[in-house]
């Protein structure tokens, strides 16, 4: 039954059947609507195993081709927000006081809130909102770009950002960091306490008015109204993921490797400046992506079996040079 199942499938309906479980057992009080998340559990495996089924057999046409390949980037939304439902079920509030300690103990005051106010200038801030919603970019451009070059590529890299992915969001579940954030307002229903709160004088609490006039910054607010997801920022996926993804491109040799690598570096500094992440964020992202790209890409030789997908014979990594 499960014959034209690849990597990708194995890690995804993992990641599926284990939150899904997770839900099942710990669920308590804190996740309204639980049986409801079971049922689209339950019912996203069913699917997933169906369409790549479908797609081994040789039935459907272009959306279906689309989708086989597709259908882990389509998840992604989902998965992040739910993480953000889940983060209650095995602590009770958020860890960002013990983050901000931290911080405050190696740098003896808080980068998230200092960097921007030290710099307030619109042209510097636009830069570093643009870097941070590249983010968007370098996901569905690598990707495209492996999709329609080579296929047994894209199969390889969304694989590996997959297992990256899944496994921050495991740890958002178990380790709800909400950012530097909280410091100018109540997320989820949590406030930092009064001696956390003090650490930040209430004169860097505001964003500095000329940076609010930008049209970048107002995409990026847009884009947290509405898929903001509590919990979800230890360890920085926007870090792991673009590190990821910059690998990728030196690995396959893509023209915009060079530009790929300055807008991951400003990426990473724009997640301290524009107030998303302490630095612990992320450096846990940094060592996160460098445990997890060897990881992945031993499984993804281990276990990818090409000939379901491409109907030739098994490949590894090394072999698609």
Do not use: K
Request: glycine residues 8%; proline residues 6%.
């Amino acid at each position: 039954m499960t014959r034209h199942y690849l990597f990708i499938d194995y890690v995804t309906q993992g990641y599926i059947l284990v939150v899904g479980l997770l839900v099942l057992f710990f669920h308590d009080q804190t996740v309204p609507g639980w049986r409801w998340l079971i049922v689209a559990h339950v019912v996203l495996l069913f699917l997933v195993h169906r369409l790549v089924g479908a797609s081994g057999r040789g039935r459907g046409g272009g959306v279906l081709d689309f989708l086989r390949h597709f259908y882990p980037v389509l998840l992604y939304a989902a998965f992040y927000r739910e993480s953000g439902m889940l983060s209650q079920m095995f602590v009770s509030g958020h860890l960002d006081p013990v983050v901000i300690l931290w911080e405050q103990a190696l740098f003896g005051f808080q980068p998230s809130m200092q960097f921007m106010t030290s710099l307030p200038w619109l042209p510097l801030s636009e830069v570093f909102y643009a870097s941070y919603f590249s983010y968007y970019v370098m996901i569905a451009g690598v990707g495209l770009t492996l999709f329609l070059r080579r296929r047994e590529a894209f199969f390889h890299y969304v694989s590996v950002l997959s297992f990256v992915f899944y496994v921050c969001y495991l740890i958002y579940i178990f380790l709800p960091v909400i950012g530097p954030r909280l410091f100018s307002r109540s997320l989820g229903g949590f406030t930092l306490p009064p001696d956390v709160q003090a650490l930040v004088a209430p004169e860097l609490l505001a964003f500095p008015p000329q940076i609010t006039h930008g049209p970048f910054f107002r995409i990026m607010a847009l884009i947290y109204e509405v898929f903001e997801a509590p919990g979800a920022a230890l360890p920085s996926s926007h870090v792991a993921a673009s590190i990821c993804t910059v690998w990728f491109s030196y690995r396959y040799r893509l023209r915009i490797r060079h530009l790929h690598l300055v807008m991951v570096v400003l990426l990473c500094l724009s997640t301290i400046y524009c107030r998303y992440h302490y630095v612990i964020d992320v450096l846990a992202g940094l060592a996160t992506v460098v445990l997890l790209l060897p990881l992945g890409n031993w499984l993804f030789n281990r276990y990818h079996e090409p000939q379901a997908a491409q109907g030739g014979g098994a490949a590894t990594v090394e072999e698609t040079r």
